[in-house]
């Protein structure tokens, strides 16, 4: 399924510039199981708002802006009719 991912917030430019300019990456799962999301590349101190392709069955995924879940912001954006 398709699905449209914005992010609430972002990277100041001073902490973009501190952590080494990171973009923004999306995953689904956690652990062993997580998969990164081809979203190309956004700059960490613009807002997300790209469209993506997910496994039917997704409920949520975690959006963030850093080395691959690592400092920087982090969310969490629902899909469908999860709580």
């Known amino acids: 399924m398709r699905v449209r991912l914005q992010s609430q917030s972002r990277m100041s430019n001073r902490q973009y510039h501190a ?3 990171p973009t923004w990456w999306a995953r ?3 652990g062993d ?3 990164f999301l081809p979203i190309g590349r956004v700059r960490g ?3 997300l708002d790209v469209e993506g392709e997910v496994p039917d069955d997704t409920t ?3 959006i ?3 080395p691959r879940n ?3 912001v982090r969310e969490t954006i629902r899909i469908g009719g999860a709580e």
């Open 64 to 66: 963030g802006v850093g």
């Open 60 to 62: 949520e995924i975690h």
């Open 33 to 35: 199981n997580a998969v």
């Open 19 to 21: 952590w080494g300019k």
């Open 45 to 47: 101190d613009y807002y």
């Open 28 to 30: 689904i799962g956690s």
């Open 70 to 72: 690592k400092y920087g």
